[in-house]
């Protein structure tokens, strides 16, 4: 526990007490009981196994990120290397010149502008490093589902987006473990983008295929999952677009670390980031 100010102050004050005129001191005969500790609500067991127990989302607790700007790009190896034990390493360990700190937390759904337009939804996080829009999600035994975004705030200067999915993209799938895939395909009716009406079917390729130590400039995940999620999104109008993105989950933390390609980049494997979303301290 952090000592604060005023812990600090008590502490001077009764050690000054000891000081004065009576220097008699207490012997008391009762010993020191330091408690019983109390067990985590979530201990990782590195099996190999991530199971939705070890993947509750928690609301109302704020977690740091390193966080590259936007409008910049970053060289990435989500391949990482295999060192001379067999185990694969990934070493993102390297301070980056854009980095930037950002606070991401869930929230409840209830008492959003948005809310009812999203029925089956329980809580949301930022979707965007600048919280310009929220995703909206509901869990259970089986998965992570999100239901779509929406723009934090109602009527933004760029126009309000609300983007909700006829039914449940799942996210996360129960339990992951190497060799973990799915596909989940969801469409878009009636929604707004930026202040435009917007129609979309969008497809979520996602798979499990790799763990391996996960170096980090403040802290190294043992057994981090590799997670490759592949989105199209085909609109109403125009042409479809994809991006990869490559995330880590370790068990009990969640997501640790996410890469994002460019736009429309064909390579699962790519060497240039979009966005780089490392956890911290």
């Known amino acids: 526990m952090r000592t604060t100010p005023l812990t600090l102050t008590a502490l001077a004050l009764v050690l000054a007490a000891g000081c004065g005129n009576n220097q008699t001191y207490p012997d008391p005969a009762v010993a020191y009981d330091a408690g019983l500790a109390t067990p985590l609500d979530c201990e990782p067991t590195l099996d190999g196994t991530i199971t939705a127990a070890q993947l509750t989302p928690v609301l109302g607790i704020p977690v740091k990120y390193l966080v590259s700007q936007a409008n910049t790009t970053e060289p990435v190896d989500v391949v990482g ?4 034990s067999g185990q694969r390493v990934w070493n993102w360990g390297t301070s980056l010149d854009t980095d930037a700190t950002i606070s991401i937390e ?6 959003k502008w948005y809310a009812a337009s999203f029925p089956g939804g329980v ?9 310009t829009l929220e995703a909206v999600y509901h869990s259970d035994a089986n998965g992570i589902y999100l239901h779509g975004l929406a723009s934090t705030v109602q009527n933004p200067p760029n126009g309000e987006t609300l983007y909700a999915y006829t039914q449940p993209v799942t996210i996360t799938q129960f339990p992951l473990s190497v060799g973990s895939s799915w596909v989940s395909t969801a469409t878009v009716e009636n929604g ?5 009406p917007y129609a979309s079917t969008d497809t979520y390729e996602v798979s499990d295929d790799a763990t391996g130590q996960l ?5 190294t995940f043992t057994q981090a999952h590799r997670i490759r999620t592949k989105v199209t999104i085909n609109p109403a109008a125009g042409e479809a677009v994809t991006t990869w993105q490559v995330s880590f989950f370790f068990q009990c933390f969640g997501e640790v670390a996410r890469a994002t390609s460019q ?6 494997n790519f060497t240039t980031a979009a966005q780089v979303r490392r956890f911290g301290l």
């Open 263 to 268: 736009t429309n980049d064909t390579n699962e």
């Open 192 to 196: 707004m983008l930026d202040g435009l």
């Open 81 to 84: 290397e295999v060192d001379s």
């Open 123 to 131: 809580f949301v996080t930022p979707f965007d490093a600048g919280d």
């Open 215 to 219: 170096i980090l400039p403040d802290v």
């Open 106 to 111: 869930a929230t409840p759904l209830t008492g």
